[in-house]
């Protein structure tokens, strides 16, 4: 895990950048960066590669008499996730959803849920998950599959949703041509996150 060497202690927000791509320094990434150089200098961030990260597949160990053990890597994970007040997953569309890495990811936070004493659900909720993902397709429609993954989730642990930054590529910095996605990315982490609903939700608060 990375911390970024400009942060300043003290301010308001902390985000948490988890790159989930099989490729590095791929167009995810490079989309997900220019969003961050947006942000203001004293913001802090933590960048953090799945693909490399020595993490296991998730067992669901919930109503199993021992405890599941731990490993450093989830631990480092965990405490990074609770220490940010903003949590940009960066996965590029594969088959129209997340990809694995971020999936398993998201999978450990159903273990994080069962900790006693952790509070997870308490303690994200408030906070604001983000996404940004590259596809090759360029009808972002096709994506509707991962923007409810991320929607239902953060609607879940109650938890605003910034949205998804959408851009276009697939060769190797193929997303930088993207000038749409460039101009949105420029303003992508300034604009309201409000809180997620499940539609069901959205629908009894519009009666």
Do not use: C
Not at 141 to 157: I, R, S
């Amino acid at each position: 895990m990375t911390p970024d060497t400009g942060a300043q202690p003290g301010t308001d927000r902390s985000f948490l950048f988890l790159l989930g791509s099989s490729r590095p320094e791929g167009n995810t990434e490079i989309l997900a960066r220019a969003a961050a150089e947006q942000l203001p200098a004293g913001v802090p961030q933590r960048w953090v590669d799945l693909s490399r990260l020595p993490l296991p597949d998730f067992q669901d160990g919930r109503h199993e008499t021992e405890g599941w053990p731990v490993g450093e890597a989830e631990e480092e994970l965990r405490q990074a996730t609770l220490e940010a007040t903003d949590i940009v997953l960066a996965s590029p569309l594969y088959w129209y959803t997340l990809s694995a890495h971020t999936k398993r990811y998201l999978d450990y936070w159903s273990g994080w849920l069962a900790v006693p004493g952790l509070d997870f659900k308490e303690r994200m909720a408030g906070r604001t998950l983000w996404g940004v993902t590259v596809m090759a397709h360029e009808e972002e429609v096709v994506a509707d599959g991962l923007v409810t993954t991320l929607t239902h989730t953060a609607a879940y642990m109650r938890m605003r949703f910034g949205g998804l930054l959408f851009g276009n590529g697939s060769r190797p910095g193929q997303v930088r041509d993207d000038e749409r996605a460039t101009v949105r990315a420029k303003t992508f982490f300034q604009q309201e996150a409000p809180l997620a609903y499940f539609p069901y939700e959205e629908q009894a608060r519009a009666r």
